[in-house]
């Protein structure tokens, strides 16, 4: 009777191994997945990534890029004009470090195939990068009604369409994003 015990205690252990493999494995390719998206600049070199909802320009006199672009360069006065309300901000959300992966994998390893893009542009969301000293490194506005998306420069591109749409709005809706668009009247 002890040998049927110990026999089936054995086969148990036994069957545990191939999935503790398993995560193992799974935990390597996240690892490895996390250091590839490193590589694409501005996620490359941010320390923090905020998202922003806003007014798209053609419901405000001042567009969210044109004030960004012209204080870039600045940070003092940059960091004043996102604490005014010049830039219509709606909503804005630091990005914690699994969810800059998440997005990070959503923008550059999903892919569009063979998926019409958009041809027409009303940003209602940014992404801003910062650097270690909270100095802004890259921008890039997303239009999702567009399926299109603009980026400052040496910013590595990434493309948009309407499956991928549809995972960044659940993820934009996921981290408390819930500005999209102002409705028709």
Do not use: W
């Amino acid at each position: 009777m002890i040998r049927i015990i110990k026999y089936i205690c054995l086969l148990s252990v036994l069957s545990l191994l191939p999935s503790c493999r398993d995560a193992v494995q799974n935990n390597i390719k996240d690892k490895v997945d996390a250091q590839k998206l490193k590589r694409n600049f501005p996620f490359s070199d941010a320390v923090k990534v905020e998202i922003f909802s806003y007014k798209s320009a053609y419901e405000t006199d001042n567009p969210f890029s044109a004030i960004l672009n012209d204080h870039i360069n600045n940070p003092a006065a940059l960091k004043d004009v996102l604490k005014s309300n010049k830039l219509n901000i709606k909503e804005r959300v630091v990005l914690t470090d699994k969810q800059v992966q998440e997005l990070a994998r959503l923008l550059y390893h999903e892919n569009c195939g063979d998926e019409i893009k958009g041809n027409c542009f009303t940003p209602r969301h940014a992404i801003l990068f910062y650097d270690k000293d909270e100095v802004p490194v890259a921008l890039t506005e997303i239009s999702l009604e567009c399926a299109t998306a603009s980026f400052s420069k040496e910013f590595t591109k990434y493309e948009l369409c309407e499956s991928k749409v549809v995972k960044l709005t659940a993820f934009l809706k996921a981290i408390g994003i819930s500005y999209f668009e102002e409705p028709v009247l």
